[in-house]
């Protein structure tokens, strides 16, 4: 009798499904202190992000976002769920008694309205974001005031890596 051949370690060899864009990997995501500046793109007066991946399809995001001020950032209402892992510092919603803090994490449903606030004493917070849909940002009675999404992150990403020297095109490596 023959033993069965163990195939657990041989690769798929099949054809590749349709449609199945490439992987992405960005290294480094977590040496914050270390990366490239020119990756970190302006979005407000001390307030930057870092593309990880733009996803045109699926109408998500995932970035950094670093702030180096304290005060209110935004206030805002998600069309769609947000993930958020706090990488530095820690910061908050007005609206809310929780705190999100360095090593934790948090869920915000769709249709949530809030106001982040980064307290004083915080030097610099960085939080990975996954964002669904668009951020409507809003005035304190919920009025549109402006939108923010997957393609608005991308022309914001395209200029400046156009003007730090990468190149419009670099912004590519983060669309699936």
Sequence with gaps: MTRPTDISAVP???PPLHG???????????D???????????QTKDVWFR??????????????????????????????PVHATVLR???HYLEHDWWAEEG??????????????VPEGVEEMVTLFHVTGAYIYVDPKGNAQAIEDVFSKIEL??????????????????IR
């Design 104 to 117: 934790g994490y948090a869920f915000e449903p769709p249709g949530d309205i809030h106001t982040l606030e």
């Design 51 to 80: 593309p990880l991946l733009f996803s045109v399809s699926q109408g998500y995001f995932v970035n950094l976002l670093r702030v180096r001020k304290s005060g209110i950032l935004s206030r805002h209402r998600h069309t769609g």
């Design 12 to 14: 798929y060899s099949g």
């Design 157 to 174: 990403a395209k200029e400046h890596f156009e003007k730090v020297g990468l190149g419009a095109d670099y912004v590519n490596r983060f």
């Design 20 to 30: 199945v864009p490439d992987d992405l990997v960005v290294h480094g995501v977590l």
């Design 89 to 91: 510092g820690r910061w």
């Design 32 to 42: 914050i202190d270390n990366c490239d500046e020119r990756l970190w793109v302006p």
